[in-house]
């Protein structure tokens, strides 16, 4: 799933930078460096078998750098990240996923007698807090290009976990409508942001799978919040609180210490490791001068227009090119129409078990299972999409599987008498393998330029949230408890999904047997090529 957002290296213009002897540079950083001149060793790679050294210029301290590592040495320092860096952006993540999806368990309790509000009006607030993150998620991301994510990343996540703990104090509809709108505009450019760390620390091979990670927590956090919830609901009177302002109070003090870690943490690039609160204070660190180097140059080496800059500068036309790129929206017509097929009962689906016959502690805990192994299977499909580079198959077999799940859902009746058929079905559907982390590396992969993705990235979590907009409002008051017409809209939802799917990637595989044609003809077309198979054919989009 990959991003690539991050300033192009100044490699060609890096001769104009002082260079020192060898032997000075080695004695110095410990990496393999020579002049350039004549026949000199460059990038590339040298030896064979076990014994092969890969060798790429970087910049570090204002100087031209060669380093030389092996694979062994690579698999090293993508450890580190993958233990250290990737989990605390998966952990901000999934508490910024629990905080939005546990109005589920809030819907279970008292809340609407409460605050004297109808379930409609409930879903209202629901669909503002999409709203506000889609109104400000293009404008965030440019900020975060500005600011720097390691600090604008951090200072979102404390912010909206304020926000989350003063939803306790929610009196009445009004209320609510502000808080649910302040946490949305909090939220905006969150995941782009994220999604253009990530791509900044790892390669197109490695995106996939480390971006089904960052999306894991999000998979799960239904289960997580629907446990949060239970147990908040036990407790419910203690310290004069009910049930539901103890969890928003618990969600909320839990991301705000999230964000203060990632604070801490978080460094600006993989040479910064040693500096701690945003490069205030120094540290050991976590990657040495070695190890960031390698870490960089396996970077640069897969994709040169990746850069070390902590900034990036996007113009109107970046934007513009993306957004009338025909390529673009097949993606965002999927994510609109796929993701809210089954979008509504990420809100609602644990009143609709609770309207089974179970209570509202049982009902959130049987709301757990499902979400954990939908990310469980989508791990699995990650792992096939980074084998074989296939997305639009392996999408397609999750929305068939959804499909299968809401066709037993709008026949099945919604009956305490028929309980645990339906909820068994209801299991299956939320269980179809999470697919949404696959679809914005296809599309991040699709675009040529780091500015491009990093506006696609935009693009696309907007769509997302905009269709949170409308895809909780199909479980209408009106509908329960058969929710016929919501199901028929769910249905829909899924057709319009698979008949895209398949309608994308055919394009996409016309356009690449064009491509072949033209590249036959002109072979420095070769350079527009975004993807080279093992066989070491070219295409024009991954498929």
């Known amino acids: 799933m990959a991003s690539q957002a991050t300033e192009s290296l100044a490699v060609a213009a890096a001769a104009a930078a002082p260079t020192k002897t060898a032997a000075q540079l080695i004695s110095e950083v410990g990496v393999h460096v020579k002049e350039e ?36 040495e690579e698999r090293r320092v993508v450890r580190k990240a993958d233990y250290l860096f990737l989990p605390i952006f998966a952990l901000m993540f999934t508490w910024m996923a629990i905080d939005r999806t546990n109005v589920s368990g809030v819907l279970t309790s008292t809340f609407l007698r409460d605050t004297h509000m109808t379930r409609d009006q409930a879903n209202t607030g629901i669909s503002l807090l999409w709203f506000g993150i889609v109104l400000l998620e293009i404008p965030s991301n440019i900020v975060l290009h500005r600011v720097g994510p390691h600090y604008w990343v951090p200072l979102q996540v404390v912010v909206w976990g304020v926000i989350e703990v003063l939803q306790m104090f929610v009196k009445n509809y ?21 999604l253009y760390m ?15 990670l960052y999306f894991f927590g999000p998979s799960i956090s239904a289960a997580f919040g629907s446990l949060i919830s239970a147990g908040a609901l036990r407790i419910e009177g203690t310290g004069g609180l009910f049930g539901w302002q103890w969890i928003f109070l618990i969600c909320g003090a839990s991301t705000i210490a999230t964000g203060l870690i990632a604070f801490t943490l978080v460094p600006k690039s993989p040479h910064d490791t040693n500096r701690l609160f945003g490069g205030l204070v120094p540290w050991s660190g976590w990657l040495s001068e070695r190890e960031a180097d390698v870490f960089v140059a396996r970077i640069i080496r897969a994709d040169p227009k990746k850069g070390q800059a902590a900034t990036m500068s996007i113009s ?15 993606y965002l017509i999927i994510c609109l129409s796929g993701l809210q097929s089954v979008g509504g009962l990420q809100t609602w689906g644990t009143t609709i078990v609770q309207s089974l016959g179970f209570t509202s502690v049982r009902a959130n805990l049987l709301n757990a299972p499902a979400p954990v192994l939908a990310s469980l299977f989508g791990l699995v499909l990650s792992w096939f999409v980074d084998r074989y580079k296939r997305f639009g198959y392996t999408i397609g077999f999750a929305a068939v599987w959804t499909m299968v799940g809401l066709i037993a859902l709008y026949n099945l009746p919604v009956t305490t008498q028929a309980s ?22 296809w599309l991040s992969l699709n675009q040529k330029t780091p500015q491009k993705r990093a506006i696609a990235y935009a693009v696309y979590i907007g769509c997302s949230n905009l269709g949170g907009t409308y895809g909780n409002q199909v479980f209408r008051g009106s509908d329960a408890p058969l929710y016929r017409r919501a199901w028929a809209a769910c249905l829909a939802l899924g057709a319009v999904w698979i008949a895209t799917l398949i309608i994308q990637t055919s394009l996409f595989k016309w356009s690449n047997r064009r491509f072949a044609q033209k590249v036959r003809d002109d072979p420095s077309l070769e350079t527009e090529a975004l993807y080279t198979d093992r066989k070491g054919r070219k295409y024009r989009y991954y498929w």
């Open 420 to 441: 645990w058929s339906f909820y068994a079905a209801y299991v299956v559907t939320v269980a179809a393998p999470s697919w949404q982390p696959l679809n914005v590396t």
């Open 316 to 330: 109107f036309k970046d934007v513009t090119d993306v957004l009338l790129d025909w390529a673009t929206w097949p």
């Open 198 to 212: 990530l791509s900044r620390w790892y390669t197109q091979d490695e995106l996939a799978s480390r971006t089904t």
């Open 37 to 72: 001149g004549p026949g000199t060793p460059s990038e590339g790679e040298s030896g064979s078998g076990d014994d092969v050294y890969y060798h790429q210029y970087i910049e570090r301290k204002g100087e031209r750098v060669l380093v030389s590592w092996t694979k062994e």
């Open 174 to 194: 009004s209320g609510w409508i502000a808080a649910r709108l302040f946490l949305g505009l909090a939220e905006s450019g969150f995941i782009p942001g994220g």
